[in-house]
């Protein structure tokens, strides 16, 4: 559900600039920034490299098994 809040310019600007290196969207930088920091939060023993690849881990694609002929 979209919703309006106001974030500060400088946030703003550096999101979007992340985002443009790593191709997402500014909603989408703010969100993946986000989630980084609930799971940091969450788990404070956790390396942010840790986070990182469980993230990358948790939106990979799950496909069926290839059989060969």
Known sequence: ????????DELVAEA??????FHRSLPG???YWSRIGKIAEENPDLP???IKVIRLA???QV???YTFD
């Open 16 to 21: 979007k600039r992340h985002g443009q290196v």
């Open 1 to 8: 559900m979209p919703v309006n809040i106001e974030l500060s």
């Open 58 to 60: 948790r939106e990979e």
């Open 48 to 50: 942010y490299s840790l």
């Open 29 to 31: 930088q703010i969100e």
């Open 63 to 65: 496909f069926e098994e």
